[in-house]
């Protein structure tokens, strides 16, 4: 090679400009990355997006199905499900449950969470009482399934917090009866006008002895109507039974049923048997009779038995017995004279189920019971039949009147992934990540 080729080569070489490999790796990396953290924001967004109907807080009934009707079985709520005031509203509920199993507790194993499942699919909500409540006994469904009423919990101003599910609100009820520590729900009237509560107020300044109040108290009006007061212990059992017409309403004291008019006329009394109770918020029988719920020792079995108005006998509805349970509880009536009860499997480790004087509230107790079943006895069937199943440690159930009226019975699909609540939190992750990306961006630029 010459001298004046390799001085024309370095001068070519010379004007040729910088590349800047190093610089422009850099850049190249960080617009990769930054694009990677917007794809997934956006897909974080996307998923927190989805319909809830997708994701299982939602899941429709199956085909067939009309209408509210009974879930052949229970699931647990999802976790970070939505609560039963959170949008979308859920509408009118078919069923509620309570009990120990997970979710159902806190974060301190204190009871207290109440599951609700939609009336016509598989929309689980839940709503945190904060206490041991038993769906059925101390947190009670409209008849229509629509109003949810729990205890508030409240020593100090203690009442009654009604939850609409098809608005998404909650009304307070005070307690009627003044100096009350403790008010509970009782009982619904049939077209869910009005609530029957208890309430405990101490009898004495030591508060060493209380007195329980029954009273009925319009929703519209506000307005209370004392249907009794009494010192005797146990108190009242729960729930109150009110007849389809709404003319009377039947509840126990201890060991006694007493039958009044809704403006708190006491129209009959009579007592129970041994180791009998009224058979629950479906006590009343379409001809105007009551129905109690009996145990008989011999083979461990529960029955239901008629009886009157002022406690004479009645024949019996020709329904199966329930064996190897701890107490039955009576839902209601189809028309073909179908009964609907709940059957508390008993804990292996609590007291035996044989012996009798055990109150309905100590064989129903979370500690005594280890699941429930929604059972249907149809007139002349030689065996009951399972309706509803529900995983260990779901303790009590509660079934809106108009789903045990209609009878109907659907495939259950209890959902399984995250609830609404987590998603929404997916979703305000991702807006945040996406607000940070675009934020340190900016800045980028601008320096």
Do not use: C
Not at 214 to 219: E, G, K
Not at 237 to 264: E, H, I, N, W, Y
Not at 267 to 279: C, E, G, Q, R, V
């Amino acid at each position: 090679m010459s001298v004046r080729l390799r001085e024309a080569l370095r001068e070519a070489a010379a004007e040729v400009p910088a590349y800047p490999v190093h610089d422009r790796a850099v850049r190249t990396a960080r617009r990769t990355r930054w694009r990677a953290a917007a794809a997934v924001s956006a897909v974080l967004a996307l998923v927190a997006a989805v319909p809830l109907t997708v994701r299982g807080d939602g899941r429709t009934a199956p085909a067939g199905s009309d209408g509210a009707a009974l879930p052949d079985r229970l699931g647990l709520p999802p976790f970070g499900a939505l609560r039963a005031t959170d949008r979308p509203a859920l509408g009118p509920a078919s069923v509620v449950f309570s009990g120990q199993a997970r979710r159902l507790t806190g974060l301190f194993d204190e009871n207290g969470t109440v599951g609700i499942v939609g009336a016509d699919a598989d929309r689980y909500r839940t709503w945190t009482v904060g206490f041991e409540a038993p769906a059925g006994e101390g947190v009670l469904l409209s008849p229509d399934g629509r109003f949810l009423a729990v205890p508030d919990g409240s020593p100090t101003t203690p009442g009654v917090d009604v939850i609409d599910l098809a608005g998404g609100t909650v009304r307070r009820l005070p307690s009627p009866r003044p100096g009350s520590v403790w008010t509970g729900p009782a009982g619904w009237a049939p077209d869910g006008s009005a609530l029957a509560v208890v309430d405990t107020t101490p009898a004495n300044p030591e508060r060493n002895s209380y007195v329980n109040t029954l009273s009925l108290v319009r929703l519209d009006t506000g307005r209370a109507v004392r249907l009794l007061e009494t010192t005797q212990v146990p108190g009242f059992g729960s729930p109150v039974a009110f007849a389809a017409d709404g003319s009377r309403l039947a509840f126990q004291v201890g060991t006694k049923v007493l039958v009044s008019s809704p403006d708190g006329r006491q129209l009959f009394s009579f007592p129970l048997p041994a180791d009998t109770a009224l058979a629950g918020k479906g006590a009343w029988l379409p001809d105007g009779s009551l129905a109690l719920v009996a145990h008989e020792s011999a083979g461990d079995r529960w029955r239901l038995r008629r009886v009157d108005t002022d406690g004479r006998e009645l024949p019996a509805p020709p329904l199966a017995a329930v064996s190897g349970v701890t107490a039955i509880r009576l839902l209601g009536w189809l028309p073909d004279g179908t009964a609907w009860v709940v059957a508390y499997r008993p804990e292996p480790s609590a007291p035996s189920r044989y012996a009798d004087g055990l109150e309905m509230d100590q064989r129903t107790a979370y500690g005594n019971v280890r699941s429930i079943r929604v059972l249907g006895l149809t007139p002349g069937a030689a065996a009951p039949v399972t309706l509803l199943t529900a995983p260990d440690q779901v303790l009590a159930v509660d079934v809106a009147d108009s789903v045990v009226h209609a009878g109907r019975v659907r495939e259950a699909d209890p959902p399984s992934g995250p609830g609404g609540r987590a998603w929404w939190g997916a979703g305000l992750v991702a807006l945040a990540l996406g607000g940070l990306a675009a934020y340190r961006r900016l800045r980028r630029r601008r320096r």
